[in-house]
C-alpha cells in the first residue's frame, strides 16, 4: 500500500470519528494537527482504528510523536514494512 493511499485511510478514519474536522483541507504535509482542529482524544481514537484496520500496534506514544500527516503516514509505512517482515 502506498502512502497516498493510507493517507486516504488515516483521512476517511479521522472522518468517521470527528465530524468538526474540515477533511477537505488536510494534506499530507508536515502541518501540525492542531492546526486542522485534531485534538488528542481524535488522535487516540484514530490510533486504536488504525491498529484494528492494518493490525499493527500503535501506542498513544507514537499518535502524540505524530504530530502531522506525514509523520503519522511514515509511522504506518514503518510499522507495516516491520510487520510484513516479521511473517517472512
Do not use: C, W
Not at 482504528?49 to 499518535?63: C, F, G, M, S
Amino acid at each position: 500500500m502506498d502512502r497516498q493511499n493510507i493517507f486516504q485511510d488515516v483521512v476517511e478514519t479521522i472522518r468517521s470519528i470527528d465530524s468538526q474536522v474540515n477533511h477537505e483541507a488536510l494534506r499530507l504535509d508536515d502541518t501540525p494537527f492542531r492546526s486542522y482542529g485534531i485534538e488528542s482524544l481524535t488522535l487516540i481514537r484514530l490510533a486504536a482504528r488504525l491498529e484494528d484496520r492494518y493490525e499493527i500496534r500503535i501506542t498513544d506514544a507514537d499518535a502524540f510523536a505524530a504530530t502531522s500527516f506525514q509523520r503519522l503516514v511514515d509511522l504506518l509505512v514503518g510499522k507495516l514494512a516491520a510487520a510484513q517482515a516479521q511473517a517472512r
